[in-house]
């Protein structure tokens, strides 16, 4: 079975604040700056990222052509069963790509699996409970945003490989958390 791992980067341009539950939902307004995935079979483990203009409809489904399921943390576009909500990737892809991937793609969203456990915040709170380490521990979505609107004003690469590498990391702790999970 081929598994893809994904997770965005977004540059919010609407007119709500972070603190704000409409910030979330406003699925049209955060463009898609980095999509990462993670494809794993038997035999491979390939990573590909989509940067900025790169994230087509067309550059994304040739990224996860031939995948059986698609893991997110808090990525679903159809609500989850214990709470009722929609999460953040899927719906952002679906109003910027046209493409509604949990209906398209058998999906495993890591965030009611957690809240199952009683473990409940972002993807890094919920690491850090579990032990999990990271190498840019301080580093959120707000920075990403951040730092891509830095990279586009400045055209500075070394801005451009901070967020890459982010993102990288994000993806490949979605593995490192299902993993966690499983054991408990």
């Given at each position: 079975?081929k598994?893809?791992?994904?997770d965005?980067?977004?540059?919010y341009?609407?007119?709500?604040?972070s603190?704000?539950?409409?910030f979330?939902?406003?699925?049209?307004?955060?463009?898609?700056?980095v999509l990462?995935?993670?494809?794993?079979d038997?035999?491979?483990?390939?990573?590909?990222?989509?940067?900025?203009?790169e994230?087509?409809?067309?550059?994304?489904?040739?990224?996860?052509?031939?995948?059986?399921?698609?893991?997110t943390?808090?990525?679903?576009?159809?609500?989850?069963?214990?709470?009722?909500?929609?999460?953040?990737?899927?719906?952002?892809?679906?109003?910027?790509?046209?493409?509604?991937l949990?209906?398209?793609?058998?999906?495993?969203?890591?965030?009611?699996e957690?809240?199952?456990?009683?473990?409940?915040?972002?993807?890094k709170?919920?690491e850090q409970?579990l032990?999990?380490?990271?190498?840019?521990?301080?580093?959120e979505?707000a920075?990403?945003?951040?730092?891509?609107?830095?990279?586009?004003?400045?055209?500075?690469?070394?801005?451009?490989?901070?967020?890459l590498a982010?993102?990288?990391?994000d993806v490949?702790?979605?593995?490192?958390?299902?993993?966690?999970?499983?054991?408990l």
């Open positions: 079975m598994v893809a791992y994904l965005i980067e977004t540059n341009i609407g007119q709500f604040k603190d704000d539950d409409r979330f939902r406003d699925s049209r307004n955060h463009l898609i700056t990462g995935v993670r494809l794993l038997k035999d491979s483990d390939v990573f590909v990222q989509l940067f900025d203009k994230v087509t409809k067309a550059n994304l489904a040739k990224a996860l052509e031939g995948i059986t399921k698609i893991v943390y808090n990525g679903r576009s159809i609500p989850d069963p214990l709470k009722k909500r929609v999460g953040f990737d899927f719906p952002v892809i679906a109003a910027q790509l046209g493409i509604v949990d209906k398209e793609y058998q999906h495993l969203d890591l965030c009611p957690c809240w199952k456990r009683n473990l409940y915040g972002g993807l709170k919920v409970k032990g999990l380490r990271r190498q840019f521990p301080d580093r979505g920075w990403a945003m951040e730092t891509f609107r830095a990279y586009v004003k400045t055209g500075d690469e070394k801005l451009r490989s901070e967020l982010y993102n990288r990391e490949f702790m979605l593995r490192e958390l299902e993993l966690k999970l499983a054991k």
